[in-house]
């Protein structure tokens, strides 16, 4: 990440139902998923943006904070 800064802004995530799944893409030409975390029912992740990860995908019934706002997956 530019500046010398290894890690970005924070999000989090928060599952409404089991098996929700956070995916992280891999930043830079190549756009592959390179980890999945599954989370159940009430558990919550905390997470940054990387030099590694630079998009997040959500499937599941969750609720995600960031700085801009939150957003509800089922909504
Ligand atoms: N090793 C990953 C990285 O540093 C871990 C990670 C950071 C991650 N943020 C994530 C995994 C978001 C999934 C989703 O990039």
Redesign the pocket.
């Known amino acids: 990440m530019a500046d010398n800064l290894t890690q970005g802004e924070y999000f989090v995530i928060k599952a409404k139902d089991n098996g929700v799944q956070?995916i992280?893409l891999t930043r830079g030409q190549d756009t592959r998923f390179h980890?999945t975390?599954k989370l159940d029912k009430g558990e919550v992740m905390i997470?940054?943006?990387?030099d590694?990860?630079s998009a997040?995908k959500i499937r599941g019934k969750a609720a995600i904070y960031t700085k801009l706002g939150i957003v509800h997956t089922d909504e």
């Open positions: 956070v992280g980890h975390e997470a940054q943006f990387t590694h990860t997040v």
